[in-house]
């Protein structure tokens, strides 16, 4: 959808809840984030934490920082001589967009049944 739409209208339990391009949409309703690779990974955390991100491990070498630009990161990471071999923007997709924003006007969410779930029927 996000290949062929250009315009937007998002409707969650009766009301309008987004009227804009794809490219506002994805913006306004997903957090920005960077994938690092670093060969000094402690030092980089160190150093997203203070800024005031926060880190997760991507389980395939490389880290992913919320709450900060990567210009900002970049700039971080030189002035504290952090090497990185990747500093890259991810964006959320549109699917992911809409899901967050739309998470408070569902209301049937599939689940496991309580057997699946750890619990006896």
């Known amino acids: ?3 062929t739409a250009d315009h937007l209208l998002v409707i969650g339990r ?23 690779r670093t060969p000094q990974r402690g030092m980089l955390i160190g150093l ?5 991100g926060t880190v997760r491990d991507d389980g395939d070498g490389s880290l992913i920082v ?3 630009e990567p210009g900002e990161l970049g700039n971080l990471a030189f002035e504290s001589g952090v090497r990185l071999h990747e500093l890259t923007p991810v964006t959320a997709s549109l699917e992911q967009a809409f899901m967050d924003l739309t998470a408070a006007s569902v209301d049937y969410r599939a689940g496991l049944p309580a057997v699946y779930a750890g619990k006896a029927a």
């Open 48 to 52: 997203a934490a203070a800024a005031g």
């Open 1 to 3: 959808m996000e290949h």
């Open 14 to 36: 009766g009301k309008l809840i987004a009227d804009c391009t794809v490219a506002a949409f994805i913006a306004d309703n997903s957090t920005s984030s960077v994938r690092v």
């Open 66 to 68: 919320h709450g900060i």
